[in-house]
């Protein structure tokens, strides 16, 4: 492999390096702005458990984004205890496949 071509992979990695961490932190800012903080948090468990406990319990599951993105718009009450999760009406289906993308991504 040339120089000229391991510039090119280079440059290529670093703008998806850039891309990926644009989309992480205007996920990160959509929880803000969606109140999905007030009870979760990255790290720990809030009212909620923390994301990274949700990202490592749907890991092996292939529908998790989908049916994540489901339940951060229509609540639900059961998996992580009697606790409900209102529903998030102010989130729309793009936001809430965003969101999820983002709470399972966290390790």
């Not at 292939?62 to 009450?77: F, M, S, T």
């Amino acid at each position: 492999m040339n120089i000229q071509r391991i510039f090119i992979v280079a440059a290529a990695l670093g703008t998806l390096a850039l891309s990926t961490t644009a989309a992480a932190q205007d996920a990160a800012k959509l929880a803000q702005e969606k109140a999905c903080l007030a009870c979760h948090a990255i790290d720990k468990k809030v009212v909620g458990p923390a994301y990274k406990e949700v990202a490592a319990k749907y890991k092996a599951d292939k529908n998790a984004e989908v049916n994540l993105a489901k339940k951060i718009r229509a609540g639900g009450v059961g998996v992580w205890g009697q606790v409900p999760m209102p529903p998030n009406t102010t989130v729309n289906e793009k936001e809430a496949v965003i969101l999820a993308k983002w709470v399972l991504s966290q390790k």
